[in-house]
């Protein structure tokens, strides 16, 4: 695909260049998302690696973006203001991300926690790991969600290369998006590719470990199956079979809409058309609701963004299942 293409969204060829120099779609320090590990005493190096993808430390910065382009219309996207501005601040030595995310810092430290949560409930289940810490870099999911292939396959190979210096031979992840990355697309973009990729709910359900999890109060929920998570990959029995293991939880399923037949959140198009990304999820909490929950848990960074956005202010709480599980051992 030809980045200068006037055709292209303006925001694409930011993407590229900050994957580049910073290996993630928004050009954000490693250190600053790393920050999330502070004081857990985490190894960065090992054969077993937590491997968050910098999703959910990225999503306070996509937010701000977000509220910036739709605050600046028509003109601030199609029309390139947004563009300038990021190409003004570069020359500068800043980050536009960092830069607009800064004024506002929304719910950073809520989104950073979450990612503490599934570090935790890994230990709580004996499960063993490291973490790459600054080092670790984004999948590149969303290079190729955009057909951007060539620019794909040079991400996916640089880190497949980190992953070999590194000795990696099997990564635990959060990430739908990443999960399919590495299962699926990493191995038909980088030759030799043998790194074992499990999801959170996979670690959990091959432990040993004879884990009580249990809530103080009962609660009902339901589920908001990803995407990615259970169309392309056929995972939507792992979460169910762990929530199964939660005491005083009860489990509502969604009407017609659940697993494999799952409906968009709408974050994939939020930064490109959030004026379209809203409604359609929007649409997917009252389907949540439908379910007679009083609570929703998802399994991915940007469905739980956006489904909270929708959500925001209504009857049914939008929670990420790491919260939930988190909940259920310190409750003991």
């Not at 800064?102 to 890994?122: F, G, Q």
């Not at 620019?151 to 992953?163: D, I, P, Y």
């Amino acid at each position: 695909m030809d980045l200068k293409s006037p055709y292209l969204p303006k925001v694409l060829p930011i993407m590229v260049d900050n994957m580049r120099r910073s290996s993630n779609p928004l050009g954000i320090s490693g250190g600053k998302l790393s920050s999330w590990a502070d004081g857990l005493d985490l190894a960065n190096k090992g054969e077993t690696l937590l491997y968050t993808g910098c999703e959910y430390q990225l999503i306070p910065y996509v937010l701000t973006l977000v509220d910036q382009i739709k605050k600046m219309g028509p003109f601030g996207y199609e029309g390139g203001a947004l563009v300038s501005v990021a190409t003004g601040l570069r020359k500068l030595g800043l980050d536009a991300a960092t830069a607009f995310a800064s004024l506002t810092a929304k719910d950073e430290d809520y989104y950073n926690n979450i990612t503490r949560t599934y570090a935790k409930v890994l230990r709580k289940h004996g499960v063993e790991f490291a973490y790459l810490s600054e080092e670790e870099p984004y999948s590149g999911a969303l290079l190729y969600e955009f057909g951007l292939m060539e620019e794909f396959a040079e991400h996916a190979n640089k880190v497949s290369r980190l992953f070999k210096e590194r000795k990696v031979r099997k990564v635990i992840v959060t990430s739908p998006h990443a999960l399919e990355a590495f299962r699926v697309l990493y191995p038909k973009f980088v030759q030799g590719f043998d790194v074992e990729a499990l999801h959170f709910t996979e670690a959990l359900l091959r432990s040993k470990e004879n884990v009580r999890m249990a809530l103080r109060d009962p609660l009902e929920v339901t589920l908001h199956d990803p995407c990615h998570l259970a169309r392309t990959l056929d995972m939507a029995e792992e979460p169910r079979e762990i929530l199964s293991r939660v005491k005083n939880l009860t489990f509502k399923e969604v009407p017609y809409s659940n697993k494999r037949w799952t409906t968009c959140c709408g974050a994939p198009i939020e930064i490109l058309l959030p004026s379209l990304s809203e409604p359609l999820a929007a649409r997917r909490v009252q389907e949540l609701a439908s379910s007679g929950a009083g609570t929703a848990l998802t399994l991915c960074a940007f469905c739980l963004a956006n489904l909270r956005k929708a959500g925001s202010g209504g009857a049914l709480k939008v929670i990420d299942f790491g919260e939930l599980l988190d909940s259920a051992l310190e409750a003991k």
